[in-house]
T-cell receptor, first 115, second 110 residues
């Protein structure tokens, strides 16, 4: 697609439920990042995928969080047993070595609300 | 622990004013410093800085990096209401790991 696509755009769930957030990066982009942004805060790094390398999971806040990237393209971020403090905007970004891995193209995010 | 600190956290100015936003960083294996503008949800890329003392410029925006003192500034001259946004600074490490600061919320009043 033309840009990074995330779905759903909004998700309301009950505490204790599992949620899956999806990211469809720009075609051909080998790098994919997940960030979390709480209200009024900066971007908190969660996980980074680069090609076929093992992902950098150092930012995942707990073992309730996991992410995978299938076929080097679409990524899903899964949060198990959601807690109220998980409420935030979850942003996905992708980039390409040819244009500089640092130049991230962001999706519009998923607003997660845990009641 | 790696950290990126931005100041001020928020700033209110009037159209026509000039503003300077600050970003300091302590990051291992530092490679580059980036600035992004976030108006609604998706941040958009502004600048990437890798060398000290070389100013990057785009219209009314400019930025410079000091790798000795570990900071960068983003200048906006003749501000307009459309410049109102959160400005994010990020430090990129050699392994492409990018860490963001908390951002500076700029409000430009007519």
């Amino acid at each position: 697609g033309a840009g990074v696509s995330q779905s759903p755009s909004n998700k309301v769930t009950e505490k204790g439920k599992d949620v899956e957030l999806r990211c469809d990066p720009i075609s051909g982009h080998t790098a994919l990042y997940w960030y979390r942004q709480s209200l009024g805060q900066g971007l908190e790094f969660l996980i980074y995928f680069q090609g076929n390398s093992a992902p950098d999971k150092s930012g995942l806040p707990s073992d309730r969080f996991s992410a995978e990237r299938t076929g080097g393209s679409v990524s899903t971020l899964t949060i198990q047993r959601t807690q109220q403090e998980d409420s935030a905007v979850y942003l996905c970004a992708s980039s390409l070595e040819a244009t500089g891995y640092e130049k991230l193209f962001f999706g519009s995010g998923t607003q997660l609300s845990v009641l | 622990e790696d950290k990126v600190v931005q100041s001020p956290l928020s700033l209110v100015v009037h159209e026509g004013d000039t503003v300077t936003l600050n970003c300091s960083y302590e990051v291992t294996n530092f490679r580059s410093l980036l600035w992004y503008k976030q108006e609604k949800k998706a941040p958009t890329f502004l600048f990437m800085l890798t060398s000290s003392g070389i100013e990057k410029k785009s219209g009314r925006l400019s930025s410079i990096l000091d790798k000795k003192e570990l900071f960068s500034i983003l200048n906006i001259t003749a501000t307009q209401t459309g410049d109102s946004a959160v400005y994010l600074c990020a430090a990129c490490r050699n392994n492409n790991d990018m860490r963001f600061g908390a951002g500076t919320r700029l409000t430009v009043k007519p």
